[in-house]
């Protein structure tokens, strides 16, 4: 049994701006379990980095530890990539980052990786509004040590073992809300349509953009009493807003009547259309995203969709006034300012 990727290339796959097919946008063979989630949430990433025609080595992505951080090792395999200590991705890409803001930096983590351990490390690298699209993976369940349920887990809510949770759930998509996340969207690795515009947006977005994706453990918790099955979350998902993408090269058209679309034009002049279902909240209201979300809740619905997205706020880069120019590409005189600068810095803490 070979586990070699075939490297064959049908002649008439379809091409994108740069001339290069889905195919040169994949990674590894994944050795995920078969059904996995995860795999699913990297298949849309690919086709979103596909059709946004984005160079793979133009991109970082980073992880920390578990079955969501070995997912990037399956998808974008020329891009740049740096597998973290658990819950510390970060730190990384905010020092990866500041390095060189030219790159498009996307976080692969899960629910352990981000609700857990490094919940303090979320909390940070949102509020500061790290230019990154940051994906959490959430099954609700610690797959690769076998089945412990996880901080996103809800009360109520039974593992394999018919062992009951009892503390309420961490909801990683109001806490992104409450921090000052300007773009934060749910969805289900379930639904490749929906997902592929969420993340091309996300990616397109400047600021923190945030997507927690329900990917179920097909392992651990896809048995009938767990809310992060596929059954549950099919029988419990509802969609709020149902997000389009425009590329700033394509004609912005619209088939709806007015009053129906709601359109936020991004900073690289790409827009997301909004069209307005029976939850039609604001997503450009915090207040409102976050009203929507907890009458869902309370209902035992799960609200997907772009739930809030701002493009007006500055980001990190924007705040700090850091140069556009990757510092490994500064000569002597750029990066040293003078005697007399430092001697004033230092004076300064004194």
Same mark, same amino acid.
């Given at each position: 049994?070979?586990?070699? %990727?075939?490297?064959?290339?049908?002649?008439?796959?379809?091409?994108?701006?740069?001339?290069?097919?889905?195919?040169?946008?994949?990674?590894?063979?994944?050795?995920?379990?078969?059904?996995?989630?995860?795999?699913?949430?990297?298949?849309?990433?690919?086709?979103?980095?596909?059709?946004?025609?984005? &160079?793979?080595?133009?991109?970082?992505?980073?992880?920390?530890?578990?079955?969501?951080?070995?997912?990037?090792?399956?998808?974008?395999?020329?891009?740049?990539?740096?597998?973290?200590?658990?819950?510390?991705?970060?730190?990384?890409?905010?020092?990866?980052?500041?390095?060189?803001?030219?790159? %498009?930096?996307?976080?692969?983590?899960?629910?352990?990786?981000?609700?857990?351990?490094?919940?303090?490390?979320?909390?940070?690298?949102?509020?500061?509004?790290?230019?990154?699209?940051?994906?959490?993976?959430?099954?609700?369940?610690?797959?690769?040590?076998?089945?412990?349920?996880?901080?996103?887990?809800?009360?109520?809510?039974?593992?394999?073992?018919?062992? %009951?949770?009892?503390?309420?759930?961490?909801?990683?998509?109001?806490?992104?809300?409450?921090?000052?996340?300007?773009?934060?969207?749910?969805?289900?690795?379930?639904?490749?349509?929906?997902?592929?515009?969420?993340?091309?947006?996300?990616?397109?977005?400047?600021?923190?953009?945030?997507?927690?994706?329900?990917?179920?453990?097909? #392992?651990?918790?896809?048995?009938?009493?767990? #809310?992060?099955?596929?059954?549950?979350?099919?029988?419990?998902?509802?969609?709020?807003?149902?997000?389009?993408?425009?590329?700033? #090269?394509?004609?912005?058209?619209?088939?709806?009547?007015?009053?129906?679309?709601?359109?936020?034009?991004?900073?690289?002049?790409?827009?997301?259309?909004?069209? %307005?279902?029976?939850?039609?909240?604001?997503?450009?209201?915090?207040?409102?995203?976050?009203?929507?979300?907890?009458?869902?809740?309370?209902?035992?619905?799960?609200?997907?969709?772009?739930?809030?997205?701002? &493009?007006?706020?500055?980001?990190?880069?924007?705040?700090?006034?850091?140069?556009?120019?990757?510092?490994?590409?500064?000569?002597?005189?750029?990066?040293?300012?003078?005697?007399?600068?430092?001697?004033?810095?230092?004076?300064?803490?004194?």
């Amino acid at each position: 049994m070979s586990f070699l %990727k075939s490297k064959f290339h049908h002649p008439r796959l379809a091409r994108n701006e740069l001339g290069l097919t889905h195919r040169d946008y994949e990674g590894s063979l994944s050795t995920l379990c078969a059904g996995c989630g995860h795999d699913a949430v990297g298949a849309a990433l690919v086709q979103a980095v596909f059709e946004l025609s984005i &160079p793979a080595h133009k991109i970082a992505k980073l992880s920390g530890i578990g079955c969501s951080s070995k997912a990037p090792t399956y998808f974008l395999d020329q891009s740049h990539g740096f597998n973290t200590v658990h819950g510390r991705m970060p730190s990384v890409a905010s020092g990866a980052s500041m390095a060189n803001r030219s790159l %498009k930096y996307i976080g692969m983590s899960g629910d352990g990786d981000t609700a857990s351990i490094g919940l303090g490390q979320f909390a940070h690298v949102v509020r500061r509004r790290l230019d990154m699209t940051y994906i959490v993976a959430n099954n609700g369940v610690y797959g690769l040590t076998k089945g412990q349920m996880a901080a996103t887990a809800e009360r109520g809510s039974t593992t394999k073992k018919d062992n %009951k949770v009892l503390w309420p759930d961490i909801d990683l998509v109001t806490m992104a809300l409450e921090l000052g996340a300007t773009f934060v969207a749910r969805s289900f690795s379930g639904d490749k349509e929906q997902m592929v515009p969420l993340l091309k947006a996300a990616i397109c977005h400047e600021g923190f953009a945030f997507i927690d994706i329900i990917s179920p453990c097909v #392992t651990f918790n896809n048995h009938a009493t767990s #809310t992060r099955s596929y059954d549950y979350v099919r029988d419990h998902i509802q969609e709020g807003l149902i997000a389009d993408f425009v590329p700033v #090269t394509s004609e912005i058209t619209t088939s709806y009547d007015e009053g129906e679309s709601n359109d936020i034009c991004l900073h690289d002049g790409s827009v997301i259309r909004l069209h %307005k279902g029976s939850n039609g909240f604001d997503a450009r209201d915090r207040l409102s995203s976050l009203d929507a979300i907890h009458k869902h809740r309370e209902n035992g619905e799960i609200l997907t969709g772009l739930l809030y997205c701002d &493009p007006t706020y500055r980001d990190m880069h924007d705040i700090l006034n850091t140069t556009e120019t990757p510092l490994n590409s500064l000569n002597e005189n750029e990066l040293c300012p003078g005697a007399r600068t430092l001697n004033g810095i230092n004076n300064a803490f004194r």
